[in-house]
C-alpha cells in the first residue's frame, strides 16, 4: 500500500511539473534608425520556445540586442506572448 501511495505521488509530481511548460511565441523587431533617430526600417519575426514561462522568458530576451555604428543604429527588442 505504501508502494502505491509512493507511486501516485511521484506521478502527481510528475505531471504537474510537465503540465507547465507550453510553446511559446518570442516575436523580436528589428528597427534601424539614422543618427537623428529617424527610423529607416522595420523587420519582425517569431519564434516558438517551448518551456516554462520563466525559461521561454529568459530564453526569449537573449534576443534583445542594440549596436551603433557609421551614424545607424539597429534595435532588437524581443517579447514572450502566449502561443
Known amino acids: ?3 502505491l501511495i509512493g ?14 511548460s507550453k510553446d ?3 516575436r523580436c523587431s528589428v528597427v534601424v534608425t539614422d543618427q537623428n533617430g529617424g527610423e529607416l526600417s ?3 519575426s517569431a519564434t516558438v ?5 520563466g ?3 529568459d530564453d526569449c530576451e537573449t534576443g534583445n540586442a542594440q549596436s551603433s ?5 539597429t534595435t532588437t ?3 514572450l506572448e502566449a502561443r
Open 42 to 44: 522595420r523587420s519582425s
Open 24 to 26: 511559446w511565441n518570442c
Open 69 to 73: 555604428g557609421n551614424g545607424f543604429t
Open 7 to 20: 507511486l501516485s505521488l511521484m506521478s502527481v509530481g510528475f505531471m504537474l511539473l510537465t503540465s507547465c
Open 55 to 57: 525559461k521561454a522568458s
Open 77 to 79: 527588442t524581443c517579447v
Open 49 to 53: 520556445i517551448n518551456g516554462t514561462k
Open 1 to 3: 500500500m505504501k508502494k
